[in-house]
């Protein structure tokens, strides 16, 4: 096995820029050691960042995991933990983990196991357990044997009572829910007409040359798979703006599909779900988001999607602009209305895991506008304190709800209470989206030309280039015997 040898062929390419740039600093960088053991040695670094990460797990008062599976390039089952947790000062930390190869099979047993080994390693207080965030999967969610589930029995069974809430990814959910949208028609053609092009290097070249000829705004396709939900509004907005070259294309090599890009009517349908698709997920994608943003995010597309009804039932794109660009008669009402209503319909329907949470969620946003009754009793006291306090009230205006409540309201020592109801909101995971970022983070790390690298040194490689936190260089360095120049 040699899973480091690419630092001799980077060295190689470093120098030649050297002989170029700088050629009298040659030998400086000559001297520097790019061999498998050095380069592993540099890995690992990861032992102290993994030191350091246990140590800000032991400060969280409460915290939530994010579980996510996919497979590498040896298919090997790869199960990716993230952590999200809040301190007594209310700060929040979110951070990688844990990578646990699972050899043979994926139950929802075999999830459970690997993620008690983590917590059991980093030392982790099931106590403080707050949520788990899952992609869905039945493996993950079931009900009786899901990772999740087995998760929750375990900690009530150890005598744990505090509320454990079970939640599927929101991204997840909104890309499921646009799939009701009855153009699957449309999607299937997408999706092989790119990937026919995309997947044939001649077909592929051949493509680019084209659109370099027409100058073309964009100059190629992106990839669509179906595990990497996140890229479904990029992709078809991608192809809807490459519609004439692609028709151009598919006619000059006689491939299928050619008659869907040259009919106006099915490039109005495509119109339609690529407005709808790039409006599905853009605000909830990305790191350090709180939970409670994502579900008014999601409340708010819920609510778009009645107004947009109305507006499609009487003849109005004005916030659908590629079909607004179509010819009239080549747009359908019925097809337009008929798709938003599903996906209402969809929406409403989901979100199970989320929903029960929103009176939760609005004692953290709208403390003063809460009604009082409808708060959980040990918060009553607390939360008419706070509504009465009008310096508090004037502060929280000019300030966000965690900024308002950790630079105002923690430092008084009033509200202990809702302080710990905040410190379970924030540290709550909304989504999976850091576990798809790792994995693609995963598939550049472990690749072709590096298949052979040991599921160790994955893991230390991950968790140095994803961790906000930084290896203690100083005490690696005392840690070494120094060996002097004879």
Partial sequence: MKPFTDGDFIKECIMVVIDSLCPEKRSAFESVSQSPRTVCRRIEMSDSVNDSLKTCCSNFNAFSLAL?????????????????????????YEDFLQLVPLHGTTTGQDIFDAVLQCVKQHSLDPSRLVCVTTDGAPAMTGKNKGAASLLVRHCEAAGHTQPIHKVHCIIHQESLCSKSANLTDVMSVVVKVVNSILSRSLNHSQFQALTDEVNAHYGDLLYFCEVRWLSHGAML????DLQQEIATFLRQKNLPGADHFSNPQWHARLALLTDITTHLNVKLQGKNILVSDMYSYNTAFEVKLRMWEAQLAAGQFMHFPRIAACAPDDVDLNTCVGVVTSLREEFASRFTGVRPLAPGFKLFTSPFDFPMDEAPAPLQMELVELQCNDELKAKYRTASPLSFFCDRVLPSNKFPNYIEHVKRIVAMFGSTYC???????????????RSQLS??????ILLLSTSSIDPDIESLLHGKQHQPSH
């Fill in 68 to 92: 996510d599976e996919s497979t590498d390039m040896k298919d090997t089952a790869q199960l990716v933990i993230f952590i999200r947790g809040v301190t007594a000062a209310l700060q929040v």
């Fill in 237 to 240: 907005s991608r192809v809807c």
């Fill in 435 to 449: 576990c798809e970022q790792l994995f693609s983070e995963m598939k550049y790390t472990k690749s072709r030309i």
């Fill in 455 to 460: 599921d160790r040194h994955l893991n230390d």
